[in-house]
C-alpha cells in the first residue's frame, strides 16, 4: 500500500488535529486507533477505516461524519 505524505485526504480532520496541538501519534493515542491506521486513513489512497475507527474518532473530535470525512474540506 502506497503512502503519499503530501497528500491529505480529509483536511478538515488533519486542521482539526493541527488545531488542537496534536500529532498523529497523539491522535491516534488519544483516541485508541493504531497510529498506522491514521496514516492510511489520512494519507493512503486505499483507505477503509472500520465503523469502529471512525466511531472513535467521531466521538474523541465532535465532528460529525460529513465534517470529518469530507475529502474536499
Known amino acids: 500500500m502506497k503512502i503519499n505524505k ?7 480532520l ?7 496541538d496534536m500529532s498523529y501519534r497523539e491522535f491516534a493515542r488519544k483516541t485508541g486507533v493504531d497510529r498506522n491506521t491514521i496514516n492510511i486513513i489520512m494519507h493512503s ?11 472513535s474518532i467521531l466521538a474523541f473530535t ?3 461524519y ?3 470525512f469530507n ?3
Open 45 to 55: 489512497e486505499r483507505n477503509n477505516p472500520t465503523k469502529e475507527t471512525i466511531d
Open 14 to 20: 488533519h486542521a482539526w488535529i493541527k488545531k488542537h
Open 66 to 68: 460529513e465534517e470529518c
Open 6 to 12: 503530501s497528500r491529505c485526504n480529509y483536511p478538515v
Open 71 to 73: 475529502e474536499f474540506g
Open 62 to 64: 465532535g465532528l460529525s
